[in-house]
């Protein structure tokens, strides 16, 4: 799935330049005020925000304030585009959450870098983490109040983590939040859905449990929550690109 851009501007001749430079890399969505982009944050997946500063209504500054004391919203980055070149306007934006800071006007190629480098090195974190067997959840955190939200979740998980009926609407319930603004988190957060989660964190406690060398793979994987040894066994390899006895082969003796 390509990541998702929302454009936030007034001016429309803007907004079709924009969604033409990046349209053939990102799916693009277009806003010409803030009430707009709030719809479409509640109801579509948005992995980066780039809004203009002067805008009637609610401007670039107070939007990206209200995006990131959100905590629905919080973890999508926020490039903001100005033609005010003073320091102090830049100040204004970074005290207010923004990402990135594109004066304009700006250069095509530099747009597409910006962009390109909040993307990635967002995407090599959520990679790390997905595939590194003791990697924290809040790795993937981008603020406290993410870190927060992620550190509740992971807890929910593991003190149930037994229970092989745990799903995305117990975790819901859980987190406060309704059952589409919760996946939408989860999926933006850490580019998988909340029942990949669910399977990462069982497979992390899992690799804990095989390097203490005190139960049998079988053992472990009800401990985890899997009914079926089978579906252990291909989870464990396909996220974490080895199967359980070449992770136990892999650990130092002194972990056997």
């Given at each position: 799935?390509?990541?998702?851009?929302?454009?936030?501007?007034?001016?429309?001749?803007?907004?079709?330049m924009?969604?033409?430079?990046?349209?053939?890399?990102?799916?693009?969505?277009?806003?010409?005020?803030?009430?707009?982009?709030?719809?479409?944050?509640?109801t579509e997946?948005?992995?980066l925000?780039?809004?203009?500063?002067?805008?009637?209504?609610?401007?670039?500054?107070?939007?990206?304030?209200?995006?990131?004391?959100?905590?629905?919203?919080?973890?999508?980055?926020?490039?903001?585009?100005?033609?005010?070149?003073?320091?102090?306007?830049?100040?204004?934006?970074?005290?207010?959450?923004?990402?990135?800071?594109?004066?304009?006007p700006?250069?095509?190629?530099?747009?597409?870098?910006?962009?390109?480098?909040?993307?990635?090195?967002?995407?090599?974190?959520?990679?790390?983490?997905?595939?590194?067997?003791?990697?924290?959840?809040?790795?993937?955190?981008?603020?406290?109040?993410?870190?927060?939200?992620?550190?509740?979740?992971?807890?929910?998980?593991?003190?149930?983590?037994?229970?092989?009926?745990?799903?995305?609407?117990?975790?819901?319930?859980?987190?406060?939040?309704?059952?589409?603004?919760?996946?939408?988190?989860?999926?933006?957060?850490?580019?998988?859905?909340?029942?990949?989660?669910?399977?990462?964190t069982?497979?992390?406690?899992?690799?804990?449990?095989?390097?203490?060398?005190?139960?049998?793979?079988?053992?472990?994987?009800?401990?985890?929550?899997?009914?079926?040894?089978?579906?252990?066994?291909?989870?464990?390899?396909?996220?974490?690109?080895?199967?359980?006895?070449?992770?136990?082969?892999?650990?130092?003796?002194?972990?056997?």
């Amino acid at each position: 799935m390509r990541d998702s851009i929302l454009i936030i501007d007034d001016h429309e001749d803007l907004l079709n330049m924009m969604q033409e430079i990046l349209e053939d890399d990102y799916k693009v969505y277009l806003a010409g005020n803030a009430d707009r982009a709030r719809e479409l944050l509640d109801t579509e997946i948005i992995h980066l925000i780039i809004s203009d500063v002067m805008m009637p209504g609610m401007d670039g500054f107070e939007l990206c304030r209200t995006v990131k004391s959100d905590i629905a919203y919080c973890h999508i980055p926020v490039m903001l585009l100005t033609s005010r070149k003073g320091v102090n306007d830049h100040i204004q934006g970074f005290e207010n959450g923004a990402d990135a800071y594109v004066a304009k006007p700006f250069s095509e190629k530099l747009l597409k870098i910006q962009v390109a480098s909040l993307l990635l090195n967002r995407s090599k974190i959520k990679d790390h983490f997905a595939s590194s067997p003791f990697e924290d959840m809040r790795v993937m955190a981008h603020s406290k109040a993410d870190e927060d939200f992620l550190r509740k979740l992971e807890e929910f998980i593991r003190k149930n983590i037994r229970n092989p009926n745990i799903d995305m609407h117990s975790l819901a319930d859980h987190m406060f939040m309704s059952r589409p603004t919760f996946y939408r988190k989860v999926k933006a957060l850490s580019c998988l859905t909340p029942k990949e989660l669910i399977d990462i964190t069982r497979l992390k406690k899992a690799a804990s449990l095989i390097a203490q060398n005190r139960y049998s793979l079988f053992e472990i994987g009800v401990m985890v929550g899997y009914r079926s040894h089978s579906m252990f066994s291909r989870n464990f390899q396909k996220y974490f690109q080895m199967s359980a006895l070449e992770y136990i082969a892999s650990l130092p003796k002194a972990e056997r």
